[in-house]
């Protein structure tokens, strides 16, 4: 699968961001983006051939295999992936928004297109908030959809035409745990760091407003 | 198996080691990821499929697999392997602090020749000493860490031929065989050899960095 089109994306948003926001593209892009392309991809790789169930009826595995994953977990880890870092597109068009901007009236607008001021203060705000909602929402439905990061090693499934409950075995459930469980911190970790770089920039921006409230005051 | 990015950032790293530094990026890169990527995919590739107990029950074949196997060898090194690259990271986001800094004081006029500001090569002193030698430390840290944890979960560094397994729904003790168990011991003790040649490299830069700050100290105190 080729992922290419998101490093370019996550090295353009690294021009336009804070600090944090710089750790936050390295977490996102080494311990989530590198590791699912190196080495969980290929753990969900064969994982309908490997589900075994315990019968000969043919059509039985299949159907219990969509009944206990619904969604794969490595799909939802993809999808959760392009979630997050797609409402940094925001601040690359705002940014490119202004420079045409200037372009076009041929004149300087702003202190700098790039300086995170005003409208552009706006849209980073609302981008890290975005980001925090994927979060916790695919965090939610992982819970929701697998009652957490746990792989049983074992299914019980009476669905038709399995003729009675019959015993499916899942492939590699300690492997898929593990990597279930470094998904889940690093999502975590990615929530704290967007958390204090709101944060940061709420605060920040309040007290220059204070200052400069306070100084006009005083003219 | 996209390791590209990772090495572009790496090599950028290149440019501000030391020369032990850059020996160990080479031998990251030729001796551990080539392997990784070319070799090592093609020989644990198999290693579900052609795992084989004897027995027909159904689902026992998975169940063992999981009880001997509960990380593959090559995801293990894969994580080790971007675990051991990230600490080189820490250099390169200072390196890149250090000349945002210069881009400052050259945008708030003061005269700092722009060729000068491309090719710039920050030496190893101060603070950015600091931020290496740690990141070294973190290194030697990470390469231990996984080390045992290789030993610790496989008992060893050997491949065994064959397994007994007796969990359930295995109906007795029943023979597994894993496939291609030289090959793959052959290459875990290359693997072996090359981590320890590479946290002996870390640890001479480590002694190297400390000596030689530790030469500038009396000069400077005279």
Redesign the interface.
């Given at each position: 699968m080729s992922?290419?089109f998101l490093?370019d994306l996550l090295s353009g948003v690294n021009k336009y961001s804070t600090a944090i926001g710089?750790i936050w593209v390295?977490v996102v892009?080494?311990?989530r983006l590198?590791?699912y392309?190196?080495?969980a991809e290929?753990?969900w790789k064969?994982e309908h051939d490997?589900f075994?169930?315990?019968?000969r009826q043919p059509g039985c595995e299949n159907v219990c295999f969509d009944h206990f994953f619904p969604v794969s977990h490595i799909s939802l880890w993809a999808l959760q992936l392009i979630m997050v870092s797609t409402p940094s597109l925001l601040v690359v068009f705002h940014v490119a928004y202004r420079e045409n901007r200037e372009k076009h009236h041929n004149q300087k607008l702003y202190k700098s297109p790039r300086h995170i001021d005003g409208g552009l203060l706006c849209t980073y705000l609302i981008s890290l908030i975005l980001k925090i909602g994927f979060e916790i929402g695919f965090l939610a439905l992982f819970y929701k959809l697998y009652n957490g990061f746990k792989v049983p090693?074992?299914v019980k499934c009476d669905i038709t035409p399995c003729p009675n409950t019959v015993?499916?075995?899942?492939?590699?459930?300690?492997?898929k745990m593990?990597?279930l469980y470094f998904l889940g911190a690093t999502s975590c970790l990615c929530i704290v760091l967007n958390l204090s770089e709101l944060s940061y920039l709420i605060f920040k921006y309040s007290i220059k407003r204070y200052l400069k409230r306070y100084t006009k005051k005083h003219q | 198996?996209?390791?590209g990015?990772?090495q572009a950032v790496l090599g950028g790293v290149n440019k501000h080691s030391t020369s032990i530094g850059k020996i160990w990026l080479t031998v990251l890169f030729i001796f551990r990821i080539m392997i990784l990527v070319v070799a090592a995919e093609r020989v644990w590739g198999d290693e579900?499929?052609d795992f084989i107990c004897n027995t027909l029950?159904?689902?026992c074949?998975?169940?063992c697999?999981?009880h001997f196997?509960?990380?593959?060898h090559?995801?293990l090194w894969?994580?080790q392997l971007?675990f051991v690259s990230?600490p080189a990271?820490l250099v390169a986001?200072h390196v890149a602090y250090r000349r945002h800094e210069k881009k400052r004081q050259f945008r708030n006029g003061e005269k700092i020749n722009i060729e000068e500001l491309k090719n710039v090569k920050f030496h190893i002193r101060g603070p950015l000493w600091w931020t290496y030698t740690s990141s070294i430390f973190f290194r030697i840290v990470f390469e231990a860490v996984f080390m045992y944890v290789f030993y610790y979960m496989y008992d060893g560094y050997q491949m065994p031929r064959l397994v007994k397994c007796n969990a359930w729904?295995c109906p007795n003790i029943v023979d597994c065989f894993v496939s291609r168990p030289t090959e793959k011991t052959t290459f875990t003790i290359f693997m072996l050899a090359v981590s320890g040649i590479c946290m002996m490299l870390n640890l001479a830069e480590l002694c190297y960095l400390v000596i030689k700050i530790c030469m500038k100290e009396p000069k400077r105190t005279t």
């Open positions: 992922w290419g490093r710089r390295a892009f080494i311990f590198l590791v392309i190196v080495a290929n753990i064969y490997e075994e169930c315990s019968i090693r074992l015993d499916c075995y899942i492939s590699k459930p300690t492997e593990i990597f | 198996i996209d390791w990015t990772l579900q499929d029950q159904p689902g074949r998975n169940v697999y999981d196997f509960p990380i593959s090559i995801r894969a994580l971007i990230t990271l986001m729904p």
